[in-house]
C-alpha cells in the first residue's frame, strides 16, 4: 500500500508490519526503562504530531514498541530533544527534495537500517522511520 507523508511516499506491506509488531514483545523503551524513556512512553500518543500517528496506524507500525528511543539533551526545565527509531517492511517510492521534513517540533526521514533495529526487522526489505522531536517532561 502506497502511503504519502508531507512529500515521501512509501510502500507498506501493512499486514506484515502489522504482524512483526504483535510478535515483539516490548519496546526499546521499555527494555531500557531509564526515566527518558519512560518520559518518551508516557508523551505518547499525543507527543508525536497527528499526521504521524496517522501514518503509524495506516502503514501498521505499534507507536508503542519503538526500535530505539535516546534523549539528545535538554531544550529548557519543561522540554527535552529525542530522537529514534521505528520499523516497518517497506521501499521508499519517491521522497521530497529534502531528505528531511518536519511536522510541528518532529523531524524525520525513512532511511535503510540502522544497528538499532529490532531483531524482527533485521531482514531484507526493512524500512526504518527515523526521527527527532521536542517532547515535555512530564514525569515528576
Known amino acids: 500500500m502506497n502511503i504519502e507523508i508531507e512529500g515521501w511516499v512509501v510502500n507498506v506491506d501493512v499486514e506484515k508490519t502489522k504482524s512483526t509488531y504483535d510478535s515483539i514483545k516490548e519496546s526499546g523503551c521499555l527494555a531500557c526503562g531509564c526515566n527518558y524513556c519512560l518520559n518518551y ?4 500518543p499525543d507527543g508525536l504530531p497527528a499526521p504521524i500517528r496517522e501514518f503509524f496506524k495506516s502503514a501498521g507500525i505499534d507507536i508503542n514498541k519503538d526500535a530505539e528511543v535516546y534523549e539528545e539533551g535538554e531544550i529548557d526545565r519543561s522540554n527535552n530533544y529525542y530522537g529514534g527509531e521505528y520499523y516497518m517492511w517497506g521501499t521508499i517510492v519517491s521522497k521530497p527534495e529534502s531528505d528531511v521534513s518536519t511536522l510541528d517540533k518532529l523531524s524525520f526521514e525513512f532511511i535503510a537500517p540502522t544497528p538499532l ?3 524482527e526487522f533485521k531482514k531484507n526489505g526493512a524500512l526504518c522511520f527515523s526521527f527527532h522531536t521536542e517532547l515535555k517532561w512530564l514525569l515528576n
Open 117 to 119: 533495529v529490532q531483531d
Open 41 to 44: 512512553l508516557k508523551n505518547l
